[in-house]
């Protein structure tokens, strides 16, 4: 017997493939990650009624499971992103490999997993904490996972981090052994790698820190058909957001505050983030975009910064890396 001690913790992704929620192939290494958030409810209801003579809780009944893992790490590939948006056609060979994400809508399906309620690809989280001998680990497995939130938030003078809020369909328990996967020794990206433009190709080169938000409002039903766990999670509308935090700057004040902010015009931005050009890089293109908060404060002393809230209406990505595939085949 003995603790379960971080340094033995592990998380590992498994292709899913054939039918939602079955795993398939071996563990694939997530990223750099910094926590797992299990997130796990069985919905206890205390149960109070009459003839009981007594002030405590009647019974307590355990109802609706629901499970939705959140992932935070340094990523070291898009792999996630593109689970994201919904579909990821991959190209390239020999290396470097070429990954063209674009965003799916809740007609079309994917070709890994089977029936028309699942458009969106789908995946396995292993979470594990583990002690020396076999049989005494603490292991999750959480099957039919889909990205219902991407953040990617970039620091100044930091490594990019990513926090995904997955929603699955079951949870399986064993003590038993974990699955072995191989760590990525490509270096995660990091603020510098980093730069904005606009489509004249004009650099923000004023901005200091920036976070990125999709959210696939994913609806997760509970139905009656005898399990307590849910159906297969359903998109609903998709959300983007973009802030940042930028010096304010004289050569693009009137065209941020008055041309976008003010006057309403919807613009196109790009995304580049290069720790190798050619060989690990991200271009992530957002369309109609469009100003929606600009706080202008005056202050008495320091820089003038503004705090930026951009609501683009699509995104797609293009990744050229050392990864084979981010598709299960």
């Known amino acids: 017997m003995g603790r379960y001690v971080a340094d033995q913790n592990k998380n590992v992704m498994m292709f899913e493939s054939g039918t939602y ?19 796990e409810s069985t919905n206890v209801i205390n149960l109070r009624y009459t003839s009981t003579g007594n002030r405590n809780v009647s019974k307590f009944v355990q109802t609706a499971k629901d499970y939705a893992p959140t992932i935070t790490f340094h990523p070291q590939d898009w792999r ?6 919904g579909s990821i056609v991959d190209g390239g060979s020999p290396s470097p490999y ?26 396995t989280i292993e979470n594990a904490k583990q002690f020396n001998p076999t049989g005494l680990n603490h292991v999750k ?14 620091t100044e003078g930091g490594i990019l981090e990513a926090e995904v809020s997955t929603i699955a369909r079951e949870m399986e328990y064993s ?11 490509t270096v995660p990206y990091k603020w510098s790698d980093c730069f904005w433009t606009l489509p004249s190709g004009a650099a923000l080169n004023f901005i200091r820190d920036w976070g990125i938000t999709i959210n696939n409002n994913l609806n997760a039903p509970h139905y009656n058909n005898g399990s307590q766990e849910i159906g297969t999670p ?14 304010a700057d004289s050569g693009k004040a009137k065209t941020f505050y008055d041309q976008y902010y003010q006057g309403g015009s919807t613009f196109n931005m790009l995304l580049t983030i290069s720790a190798a050009a050619g060989s690990q890089e991200a271009f992530l293109t957002f369309s109609g975009c ?14 003038n ?18 990864t084979y595939k981010y598709n299960p085949w």
């Not at 929620?21 to 926590?35: E, F, P």
């Not at 469009?290 to 820089?303: K, Q, S, V």
Request: proline residues 5%.
């Open 21 to 39: 929620g079955t795993t398939s192939g071996t563990g694939q290494w997530l990223g750099l990650v910094t926590n797992l958030e299990p997130n």
């Open 175 to 185: 003590s038993g052994a974990t699955t072995a996967v191989s760590e990525s020794t």
């Open 234 to 247: 359903i998109p609903e509308n998709r959300d983007y957001e973009i802030t940042m935090t930028a010096d």
């Open 98 to 123: 070429t990954h063209a994400m674009v965003e799916t809508n809740s007609n079309v399906g994917n070709a890994y997993t089977s029936g028309v309620a699942n458009p969106f690809l789908s995946f």
């Open 290 to 303: 469009t100003l929606t908060d600009m706080p202008d404060p005056t202050a008495n002393e320091g820089i």
């Open 80 to 85: 996630l992103l593109g689970y994201t948006l």
């Open 141 to 154: 497995t959480f099957k039919g996972c889909m990205v219902n939130t991407y953040t990617l938030n970039a």
């Open 305 to 322: 910064q503004w705090s930026l809230t951009i609501a683009p209406q699509k995104a797609s990505v293009t990744v050229n890396d050392l």
